[in-house]
């Protein structure tokens, strides 16, 4: 049992047990704090897997960009902090939770597991080892961001592109979504 | 006017009768009424006799059609059902017996009804029921007969519930028609069974085509026809099981009593036999049971005939019984005898009953025996021909009904099918019916009067001039007795048994032997051949006759002797039989036994149909039906909550489910 | 000339009480539009009686028949119509209790009443369409239209409870009558899978039908049979009638037990059993069952009711028991003795509901025990019910014997066993009958407020004695008057029982008689 | 003993659960935003996982699209949730029931 395990599970446990903390919030604000945490650990846990391109975007782009914008949109609207529970637990609530417990003792025992890995077995994937058509083959195992780089605009040309153009779109449709009601009110002005 | 015509006139002037008093006689006075219904039978009478004593006699079948009623086409053919009607010597007996006696009854209720508001429906429904008693002997196929079969079922409703505003008389009308309508399912049963197996239902054409071989092949069918008209037989002849509705049916004014419960109406089981007798002889399951349940009714009414105090009741038990022997004699093979004692039996038992109407007539109706005694010399006409009525009924030798009842029993013991124990059983109801008609006789003629006392305390104020008055009645009412009882003397002589016959030196058959050989000649043959010859002898027939007579004498002196004192004078015994003495005087409690076990749970039944079945289980199928889609929908328009979180259990939950169905 | 009428005969009958029903509608003065009214279904019946002058009785075709275009020609809808023996009977039935049911309606409706024989009217119309209708949807929209006016007539002249009455009526019926539309709609399909053209022709569609593997015929019987043994109504689908009956006005009961009753019966025989003769034979017993359970129950609860009209109402299911059975048992005798039976039950229950209207307008009660020796006050009151009841009791000289005993025959040559048990129906049937004449009309004379009532007024005894006549006449004259169904029911009989199709064609008056070119014949 | 990435794959099931249920119990639409970020996140580390499993790297590419189009739902959704602080002056998830049926 080497450090890198153990760091790998208690960041991971850490991780989840800080979005359980997350969820449970009543200020907002709050939450996003927790979960910027969250986030780190979880680019931590990238790191560990040799994803370091994944492990710096983590960071750089959840951790600073998206969740700076959420903080942004919560102290903007100032909220007040929310009533956790409206009631009791429902039985709905209850059967739903009891539906994910169940789940996640079938997936996190061996049988969950051999279930999981059966599928890719059969289909000529092994842990460890790498696929014959896998055209990452080609690239070395320690030059992660390079591997990244050619897959991405290789394989991946279109998709990349179109999600640019998707990136566009909601940069162009936030800006009308959060303008339309003053513009209306301009207009009925 | 020929034959048919007369045939039809016959059958259809007691229906015009009807009409004419039911509907345009409403308001006519009480003459014209009664002339008119008395005339609507007697003219029919006129004109049976002249066909009975004419074509009839010399052998002929008059068949006439009146009008085509039913044809359905049936698998290879048609049945076809006319409303025809057919004159034999069987129907020809009949036809005289009702027309005849129907006369003398309308003449005599003419008078007994004088005191009844609109008496004209009374006459109505009585020439309603001799049209409908007409088409059951006359009808040419199993259908007329039913329409006559049901006709004077629903007469008799109508006439035993005469005084409606007594809810008893209606209630018992209304137990007359049910119970008959059993009987009538048999009946109905026995007409499909003759449609299935031979595609017809006129007695001539079943008649034609049952042959011994067919008869053979279906013998389970014709046992069950057999049966199934014994059933019909059952309802309307007052047999075991089906008899409790004439001890009630006598709720009707007397004469109705007369005519319908003992002369006409309650006989036509035994015609109906009698003309199926060619059929019923190849199953001996069937007469078997017939002779059976003849001889059991005889003995089982005669037990309670012994204790009434109806004057009413007494006759209309022995009438049971006595149809119990006609029954019995049916069974045993001895139609023509059957026959014969119905014709004895219609004219003594109408004296009896027009006797008795009679004196309760006189007495303003008080109908219990215990409050009559010594009226023969107050009324010597009723008196003298209920004396007569009496000797017919218990046999006493010369009297009709010693004729046609020893020849009942003596083939109950020899016939074809008979049985000694048959005979023992029929030997003890005719010692019943001796000790219980000599009973009523010496205590409503005889004796002590007990009449003044009793009548001041059943009448009160209205009555008072009336109670020292009890006279002979008119002679409207006098006149059929007298001539009832001629008949009831004379009416024997047409079945002298053989071995007296032989001592007169007469040869040959008696007369209702021949006169009925056209009718139930194939019927004896059938005997014949299949079940051997009867096998009596003069010996035996001598020695029945002669026990009977003893027993008969013994029973009569009985009574006479222990009534001497008074009705008290049976008390002794009564105390001494106890319990059972109380459980022949309430009938042998049968009505309580059906009430308790057919019709109470079938109440009940209906009720539990009505609450349970219709109102619980249907309703609520029909209405939670409903209401449970209205769940189903709600609940699922619950779920279309419009609140994304829902939306996403809803995806989880669905994930879960595709999850659980791919991986296990 | 004759032929002209002839041609024109049906739709005549169809659509001239809808004439009427405006005309009524648009009059100002009640007791006119009354009296209008009457005459219009007076009328009616006048040329309904062309029908039977010149019905062909040898034959079992489709007479008096017209075939029209209707909607779009692709559609193969078309409006065809035409009388066979088995509708010529209930079309007569129909024709002549109208004119008697408006008669009585002059005392039982008080309110709104030109609404009311307007409603009337459109119901003939809408019953004899349907009756005489060849073509699926013509039918259909006919077989719905009848709906609306009896919906309206409970729902508004009724009783107390007249809305939950009436809806369920309209419920249980409309749910019947879809599963019987989309029976149609596949049938339709079916069909142009089959020979390439749409056709709602009945006809037609008893060839295609007859044609189709048993499963699918099983299908498609039990959704039309289920239709019509809703509205006949069978055992278990019978609650709807007695509430229905109960909240009625006089004459809704009276056109209800009538005829609307004998549409599911008419249905059945025009329909579910020619069309799938395959699956009505594997539905008989099913069939046969039900109708005797219907016929013991019905008769048991009938018994156990203490208000008449429901008593009548439970009768109607046991009788209508015989008649489902009837037909069930696929011969002549069963055919001839349910059609026969519908007419008199039609008669004598009809008769049967009138007269509980007399009594009722009297003294707005149904409880049996408020009543009791009318004999006494009303002797033609009682009369009529006596004559009445022993029409329904199926006394032999009644009509209703006749059917019965045909049907109970006819039932019996193929399962004596259910047509004994059907046999104590007709025990019972004495029983409940008589126990209310029993109530009502015997007994003594106690209530004090029976003591004033007056007997049947002359308008009442005519419209009671005529159907006692018919009672009667029935009973008698049945040879002549089963004389005109016979060739239909035997060609229906031998279609059922060959599990062939029916077939039978148009006769267009005033064109040649040759057959009809049916169009599938290539 | 499980490897790191099949571990890493059991964190990010549980790291889904605890997402799921975020969105699913909070009615605070901001929060539900978060959690879906959680959600995401979860996503991403089964995608890394599952490229270390099977040695390739499309998992990781994959995980860069989804942080692209996580943002572009961040973009949009909190414009989404301003427009409807304005509307309705609240961001209760209740609230919004136009879908109701």
């Known amino acids: 049992m080497d450090l890198n395990f153990i760091a790998f599970v208690v960041m991971g446990l850490a991780a989840t047990i800080l979005s359980g903390v997350m969820i449970t919030r009543r200020w907002p604000v709050s939450a996003a704090m927790v979960l910027i945490a969250v986030m780190t650990l979880l680019a931590g846990m990238f790191g560990l897997l040799e994803a370091h391109f994944a492990a710096a975007a983590q960071i750089i782009v959840y951790a600073g960009a998206i969740m700076v914008v959420f903080v942004f949109v919560m102290m903007l609207l100032n909220l007040p902090p929310e009533e956790l529970r409206y009631g009791g637990v429902t039985w709905g609530e209850m059967v739903l939770i009891s539906l994910g417990v169940l789940v996640a003792i079938v997936l996190g025992t061996q049988v969950g597991q051999g279930l999981l890995t059966q599928g890719l077995e059969s289909m000529g994937y092994a842990p460890g080892q790498t696929p014959a058509h896998a055209k990452s083959l080609y690239f070395a195992a320690d030059e992660n961001v390079k591997n990244v780089a050619a897959t991405m605009f290789v394989d991946y040309l279109w998709a990349f592109e179109l999600v640019s153009f998707l990136i566009l779109a909601a940069v162009i449709g936030s800006i009308v979504i959060a303008k339309k009601r003053s513009a209306e009110n301009a207009n009925a002005a | 006017m020929n034959y048919q015509a007369m045939l039809a006139a016959v059958l259809l002037i007691p229906l015009l009768g009807s009409v004419l008093n039911g509907f345009f006689l409403r308001k006519a006075p009480r003459l014209v009424t009664v002339t008119v219904a008395t005339l609507a039978i007697a003219l029919p009478f006129v004109l049976s006799c002249a066909l009975v004593f004419g074509p009839i006699a010399s052998g002929e079948v008059i068949r006439t059609e009146l009008f085509k009623w039913i044809s359905v086409p049936l698998e290879g053919g048609w049945l076809e059902i006319p409303f025809a009607l057919s004159l034999d010597r069987l129907s020809g007996i009949l036809l005289l017996i009702i027309t005849g006696v129907g006369s003398l009854i309308h003449l005599y209720a003419g008078e007994y009804m004088h005191h009844e508001e609109g008496v004209y429906r009374f006459f109505a429904y009585l020439n309603l029921f001799v049209f409908s008693m007409l088409s059951l002997v006359l009808g040419a196929n199993m259908v007329v007969t039913f329409l006559g079969w049901e006709g004077v079922g629903v007469c008799s409703y109508l006439l035993i519930g005469y005084w409606y505003s007594d809810e008893a008389n209606a209630r018992a009308g209304m137990k007359a028609f049910v119970a008959n309508r059993v009987g009538d399912l048999g009946f109905l049963l026995a007409m499909f069974m003759s449609v299935k197996l031979f595609g017809s239902v006129d007695y001539s054409a079943i008649a034609a085509s049952l042959t011994n071989e067919l008869a053979s092949e279906n013998a389970s069918m014709i046992t069950a026809i057999g049966l199934c008209m014994l059933l019909g037989v059952a309802g309307k002849s007052a047999q075991l099981p089906l008899y409790i509705w004439l001890p009630d049916a006598m709720a009707g004014p007397t004469p109705v009593s007369a005519l319908i419960h003992a002369a006409t109406m309650v006989t036509s089981g035994i015609y109906l036999m009698t003309r199926m007798s060619f059929l019923l002889v190849h199953s001996s399951t069937a007469m078997t049971t017939i002779a059976v349940i003849g001889a059991a009714t005889a003995l089982f009414a005669a037990t309670i005939g012994l ?358 | 000339m004759v032929s002209v009428i002839s041609q024109w005969i049906l739709t005549l009958l169809i659509f001239f009480p809808l004439l009427g029903a405006i005309v009524v509608g648009l009059m100002k003065d009640v007791q006119t539009a009354r009296h209008v009214a009457v005459a219009i279904a007076v009328l009616e019946m006048i040329f309904s009686f062309h029908l039977i002058a010149h019905f062909n009785i040898d034959s079992a075709s489709m007479q008096f028949a017209q075939d029209l275009a209707w909607l779009p020609s692709g559609t193969g809808i078309r409006y065809i119509v035409g009388v066979d023996g088995l509708s010529l009977m209930l079309v007569l039935l129909t024709t002549i209790l109208c004119p008697l049911i408006l008669l009585s309606s002059y005392s039982s409706i008080e309110s709104n009443v030109k609404s009311f024989l307007a409603l009337f009217l459109v119901l003939e119309s809408a019953m004899i369409g349907a009756l005489v209708s060849l073509d699926l949807v013509l039918f259909y929209v006919f077989w719905e239209a009848m709906l609306i006016p009896m919906y309206f007539i409970i729902g508004v002249w009724g009783g107390k409870e007249r809305i939950y009455a009436t809806t369920k009526f309209f419920i249980y019926t409309v749910v019947g009558s879809l599963l019987m539309l989309v029976a149609f709609a596949y049938l339709y399909y079916l069909h142009y899978q089959q020979n390439g053209v749409f056709s709602t022709n009945l006809i037609e569609l008893y060839r295609t039908a007859a044609g189709l593997p048993a499963e699918t015929q099983l299908w498609l019987f039990a959704a039309t049979a289920l239709a019509f043994a809703i509205k006949v109504p069978l055992f278990p689908f019978h609650t709807w009638l007695p509430d229905a009956h109960v909240q009625a006005p006089t004459p809704g009961s009276v056109i209800l037990a009538g005829v609307l009753l004998k549409m599911g019966t008419y249905g059945l025989m025009r329909m579910s059993i020619p069309m799938f003769p395959e699956a009505a034979h594997q539905a008989a017993p099913v069939m046969i069952t039900l109708s005797v359970i219907g016929i013991i129950y019905g008769a048991l609860i009938a018994w156990r009711q203490t208000d008449i009209k429901k008593l009548v109402a439970y009768s109607s299911v046991s009788h209508l028991g015989f008649v489902v059975a009837g037909m ?195 | 003993m499980l490897t790191l990435p099949e571990i890493g794959l059991y964190f990010s099931f549980l790291l889904f659960l605890v997402g799921l249920a975020g969105v699913m119990f909070r009615k605070n639409i901001l929060f539900m935003m978060v959690s879906v970020e959680i959600l995401l996140n979860a996503a991403n580390l089964a995608f890394v996982s599952a490229s270390k499993i099977t040695g390739t790297i499309d998992g990781q590419v994959v995980m860069f699209f989804v942080m692209a189009v996580a943002a572009c739902e961040a973009a949009v959704g909190l414009a989404l949730i301003i427009a409807l602080y304005r509307t309705k002056a609240s961001i209760e998830a209740d609230d919004l029931k136009a879908l109701r049926g």
């Not at chain 2, 056209?518 to 010996?539: C, L, Q, T």
């Not at chain 3, 014997?401 to 399962?415: D, S």
């Not at chain 3, 066993?417 to 049937?429: D, H, P, W």
């Not at chain 3, 004090?448 to 029935?474: G, H, Q, W």
Request: hydrophobic share 50%; aromatic share 12%; proline share 4%.
């Open chain 3, 328 to 522: 069930f048992a696929f011969n002549e005798m069963g055919f001839t003795g349910a059609l026969y039976q519908m007419v008199n039950h039609g008669v004598s229950t009809g008769a049967l509901f009138l007269l509980i209207g007399v009594v009722y307008e009297r003294r707005h009660t149904r409880e049996m025990s408020e009543y009791g020796g009318l004999a006494k006050q009303m002797p033609w009151y009682a009369f009529f019910m006596v004559v009445a009841t022993l029409g329904s009791v199926a006394l032999p000289g009644t009509g209703g014997f006749i059917g019965e005993w045909l049907i109970l025959n006819g039932v019996f040559q193929v399962h004596p066993v259910m047509a004994t048990l059907a046999g104590t129906g007709v025990i019972l049937g004495a029983i409940y009958m008589l126990w209310l004449v029993l109530k009502v009309v015997w007994g003594p004379l106690n209530n004090e407020e029976n003591k004033k009532l007056p007997d049947c007024s002359p308008r009442e005894s005519f419209v009671l004695a005529t159907l006692s006549v018919f009672v009667f006449a029935t009973g008698f004259l049945s040879a002549p008057i089963l004389e005109h169904t016979v060739p239909t029911l035997k060609k229906l009989q031998e279609s059922v029982n060959s599990k062939s199709a029916y077939k039978t064609q148009l006769v267009i008056p005033g064109r040649s008689n040759e057959p009809m070119k049916v169009m599938m014949e290539k």
């Open chain 2, 307 to 664: 204790v009434q105090n109806d004057i009413k009741k007494v006759l209309a038990y022995s009438t049971v019984s006595q149809l119990g022997f006609m029954a019995l004699g049916c069974g045993v093979g001895a139609f023509q005898y059957g026959v014969a004692h119905l014709m004895t039996h219609a004219f003594f038992k109408a004296l009896l009953f027009l006797g008795a109407g009679s004196v309760i007539h006189a007495m303003h109706h008080e109908q219990d025996i215990r409050k009559m005694g010594g009226l023969i010399k107050k009324m010597p006409i009723t008196g003298w021909t209920f004396v007569i009525g009496t000797l017919a009924i218990i046999g006493f030798p010369g009297f009709s009904g010693f004729f046609s009842k020893d020849e009942i029993l003596y083939y109950a013991w020899s016939g074809t099918f008979g049985h000694p124990l048959l005979w023992v059983t029929g030997a003890l109801a005719a010692a019943c019916t001796s000790f219980y008609m000599v009973r009523l006789t010496y205590l409503v003629f005889f004796g002590q009067s007990r009449v003044e006392h009793a009548h001041h305390h059943g009448h009160g104020h209205d009555d008072h001039h009336h109670s020292h008055e009890i006279h002979e009645n008119p002679w409207t009412m006098t006149l059929p007795l007298v001539l009832l009882a001629v008949f009831s003397i004379v009416g024997g002589y047409v079945s002298i048994p053989h071995a007296i016959m032989h001592v007169l030196g007469l040869e040959g058959d008696n007369a209702i032997t021949q006169w009925l050989y056209p009718v139930i000649s194939s019927a004896k043959e059938v005997m014949k051949a299949v079940h051997g010859d009867a096998h009596g002898s003069a010996a035996l027939e001598w020695g029945l006759m002669g026990t009977s007579t003893l027993v008969m004498l013994i029973m009569s002196g009985f009574a006479i002797a222990l009534y001497k004192v008074g009705p008290q004078g049976g008390d002794a015994y009564a105390q001494a039989a106890g319990g059972l003495y109380r459980l022949i005087l309430d009938k042998w409690r049968i009505d309580e036994l059906y009430q308790a076990v057919i019709i109470e749970p079938l109440k009940k039944v209906g009720d539990g149909f009505f609450k349970f079945g219709d109102r619980a289980v249907i309703e609520g199928v029909i209405n939670e039906g409903p209401r449970g889609i209205y769940l189903v929908t709600s609940v699922l328009s619950d779920i279309q909550s419009g609140l994304v979180r829902n939306y996403l259990k809803l995806v989880f939950v669905a994930v879960v489910a595709l999850g659980a169905w791919i991986f296990i």
